[in-house]
């Protein structure tokens, strides 16, 4: 089996710092796309930024200058760096990884972590 685990969420003051971790682990042949997503209080989940095996990033336009997602082929870890972090950005924030199993390298599927809590406030 797969298993993402995020760390790194925690309390921080506007106009702060916080960098998630997302570490995937398990029967793992090979990390296609790996992305952040997040979900508010009340709110759908939504993408914030995906970056693909090669490196490849994109962003939501409301975090786009503020986030910086990476990733570490080598650990199959992916990060999201995200500075002046505004009270909208507090919501829980998952991991989301696109691979190959090690069962069915042929197929791809999806494995979400099980989130980690971000609250922006004074």
């Known amino acids: 089996q797969v298993l993402l685990v995020e760390s790194g969420g925690g309390l921080v003051q506007p106009g702060g710092s916080l960098r998630l971790s997302c570490a995937a682990s398990?029967?793992?042949?090979?990390?296609?796309?790996m992305a952040w997503y997040r979900q508010a209080p009340g709110k759908e989940r939504e993408l914030v930024a995906t970056i693909t095996s090669g490196g490849t990033s994109n962003y939501a336009d409301s975090v786009k200058g503020r986030f910086t997602i990476s990733r570490d082929n080598a650990k199959n870890t992916v990060y999201l760096q995200m500075n002046s972090l505004k009270p909208e950005d507090t919501a829980v924030y998952y991991c989301?990884?696109?691979?190959?199993?090690?069962?069915?390298?042929?197929?791809?599927?999806?494995?979400w972590g099980q989130g980690t809590q971000v609250t922006v406030s004074s």
């Open positions: 989301n990884a696109r691979l190959l199993g090690l069962r069915d390298p042929f197929t791809l599927n999806t494995y």
């Open positions: 398990g029967s793992i042949f090979r990390i296609d796309s």
